[in-house]
């Protein structure tokens, strides 16, 4: 017997949010689906601008945004190991 469960997408992102890490899931135009995280910088005019930890700034049109909600803080990145010299 398998059983099938819909996922329920939800968006808990607003506009008071601006300032705060948030993962976004977007529908593109080929119907896949993209995940955006970073800073909500803006949002405005109907188009939310996120920050990514690499510094691109991308822009997410609200009405293909599925699901949304804030996330903590991103962890510092680990630095490499250095082999001891010797």
Known sequence: MSYR???RLV??????????????RRRL???EYSDVV???E???DGILQVRRRTGE???VPENIVVA????????PRRR????PSG
């Open 68 to 75: 949304g909600k804030v996330v903590p803080p991103a962890p």
């Open 29 to 31: 135009t080929t119907g």
């Open 11 to 24: 968006v808990t992102v607003t506009p008071s949010d601006v300032g705060q890490r948030v993962s976004l």
């Open 5 to 7: 469960f819909a996922a």
């Open 38 to 40: 970073g800073i909500l």
């Open 42 to 44: 803006s949002w405005s």
């Open 57 to 59: 700034l991308i822009e």
């Open 80 to 83: 490499p190991r250095t082999e």
